[in-house]
């Protein structure tokens, strides 16, 4: 029999942590901040205990894309396992069907496939489950599902395909509070699709969370005095032990109809993370990121706003699943992001850009064109000293694998004789000379005067409403804060309400998530609605 035995570390749980563990109710909500320790502390102890204690079952661990997963929670989790002495290839195995010579023991419902699983040396397993990744769910039973990064779960999708699964095998494992538990987890969401869980805190019951507290109090004051009558060689009351076993029945009772809802600021780990980590955020995140990521509050959108007619169908998640296959869950390979991860880029044809310009911020914003769609595949922007060189030279560093390197460079009046007051170079020259530099083919394509606001609303919001030629949509997983720039800009005197933009940055109002990100976007819809440049594309890349 394989050995499996493992360092004991000792594992430092910050209160949150220790609150979701001990409570151990069938349903956590947990809306934390960045580091919190989500996936470390929350996440990997979930996934442990019901691993370990339901010997062969199956667990379903969803993300809204495989990419996401991949990147974002299966590092932190399975560092947590390593840390916890459980070694890859001792322990576990992803990706793969454990090798005899392992020793795992057998699921008791063996998955068809293996590419994405993680199987545990018991026999049990859990599915990588990406909803931009069809089917993922169809046909399974769970014995309980776990949700990362929920404020990017589609609650309809998750409601329909995956919680229906999580009914599990009753026979093996229906005597166990935690059988058919759900988790969920993520940082605070802005939109009302990104806040779907926020529903639970009206299903958890304060008081019900109270009482199994106070067990769990009595329950370890009956065994502190057990410990404590053994240390002096004497034997606990026959009672004590009586009376252990009528509270965890009763423990295991309440634990099963228990809901928690917590939200957790970063502050609450700042034994680990440090004065300096929450005032570098606060520095460094837009205001908006920082409110929700950081500090967990809600944060309302507005419902008047500059784009009226945009609706959350019309941001997508597309990744390019062989690619990340590929790489075999070699995570040093997908720190750096390229386009490589992305299945909206078409790489045989030339892609459109548009800019905003500010002495402080400067945006990038790139889309093609796909029929009737004018898809934003990604957005870039640069501060301070870090200008449009540094920008145009990002997109080319993200891009570089691109075959068509050629770009529809879209400007108005206000990149021509326009400069930092350094040089006579204006914004337009810089940018297409750097696109050059880079052994990019740039074609300019302006567009004349900056349209009037009136004029402007009109007609991008006729585009969002599909009454124009293009209908935009954003890649959500690459454009985080274009659209948040997006979504909440305002309207002020029939105008968009860009008072903010000639302010003096602060620490409560950082220029990320001010209206440059949109004006670089309101550039690329009109010049892609009015000057379309499709057909030359094709001349020129050869597919026609």
């Known amino acids: 029999m394989k050995d499996f035995s493992r360092t004991r570390n000792k594992i430092y749980f910050n209160r949150p942590q220790q609150e979701v563990m001990f409570t151990g109710a069938n349903t956590s909500v947990i809306v934390g901040g960045r580091r919190l320790g989500k996936s470390h502390g929350i996440m990997a102890p979930w996934l442990l205990r019901n691993m370990q204690r339901m010997p062969g079952c199956s667990i379903g661990l969803v993300g809204a894309s495989y990419k996401r997963l991949l990147m974002n929670t299966l590092p932190g989790t399975l560092n947590a396992l390593e840390s916890f002495g459980f070694r890859r290839g001792v322990h576990w195995h992803i990706g793969m069907k454990p090798p005899k010579s392992s020793g795992f023991a057998r699921p008791h419902i063996e998955p068809a496939e293996w590419e994405h699983v993680l199987s545990f040396y018991n026999g049990s397993i859990a599915y990588l489950i990406s909803q931009d990744r069809p089917g993922t769910s ?36 229906g005597d166990r509070y935690y059988h058919h538990s759900l988790l969920v987890i993520s940082d605070m969401g802005v939109t009302r699709k990104q806040t779907w869980f926020l529903r639970y805190e009206e299903l958890c019951d304060e008081e019900l969370i109270d009482t199994i507290h106070g067990i769990l109090y009595e329950c ?32 295991a009772r309440l634990r099963r109809a228990a809901v928690l809802y917590r939200e957790y600021s970063s502050l609450e780990n700042m034994e680990i993370l440090g004065e300096s980590y929450i005032r570098q955020m606060k520095r460094d995140l837009p205001p908006l990121t920082f409110q929700t990521s950081i500090l967990c509050r809600r944060i309302s959108i507005l419902k008047d706003g500059f784009y009226s007619s945009m609706r959350e169908g019309h941001k997508y998640s597309k990744a390019d699943f062989s690619y990340l296959d590929s790489l075999a869950y070699n995570f040093s390979r997908l720190e750096e992001e390229t386009s490589l991860h992305d299945a909206d880029v078409q790489h045989g044809r030339p892609i459109c850009v548009a800019f905003d310009y500010n002495s402080n911020i400067n ?123 997006i979504q909440t800009a305002g309207v002020v005197g029939g105008k968009k309400d860009k008072r903010g933009e000639k302010l003096a940055e602060t620490e409560e109002d950082r220029l990320e998530h001010r209206t440059d990100g949109s004006d670089a976007f309101d550039t690329l819809c009109i010049g892609c609605e009015r000057f379309p440049q499709q057909g030359v594309a094709d001349v020129l890349s050869g597919w026609v």
């Not at 014995?143 to 026979?171: M, R, Y």
């Not at 053994?230 to 423990?251: D, E, F, I, M, N």
């Open 138 to 173: 169809n046909s399974m039973t769970l014995d309980g599902v776990g949700v990362d990064e929920a404020k990017f779960v589609d609650f309809e999708k998750l409601k329909n395909e995956t919680l229906p699964a999580n009914g599990g095998i009753k026979a093996h494992f």
């Open 363 to 485: 945006w990038l914003v790139a889309g093609q064109v796909e029929g009737r769609r004018l898809n934003v595949i990604h957005s870039f922007y640069t501060k301070y000293e870090r200008k449009l060189r540094e920008l145009v030279d990002d997109f080319c560093r993200y891009y570089r694998h691109h075959r068509a390197k050629h770009v529809f460079f879209y400007y108005d009046a206000t990149a021509k004789g326009s400069n930092y007051a350094v040089n006579d170079e204006d914004f337009a020259y810089v940018i297409e000379n750097r696109f050059t530099a880079n052994g990019w083919a740039c074609t300019p394509v302006y567009i004349g005067n900056p349209l009037r606001h009136i004029e402007k609303y009109l007609l991008i919001n006729r585009m969002f409403a599909g009454q124009a030629n293009l209908t935009p949509y954003i890649n959500e997983d690459n454009n985080e804060d274009l659209l948040i720039s």
């Open 220 to 251: 370890w004051n009956i065994k502190r005095r057990m410990n404590e009558t053994a240390k002096k060689g004497g034997a606990s009351p026959v009672y004590l032990a009586s009376r252990l076993r009528q509270l965890y029945t009763v423990l």
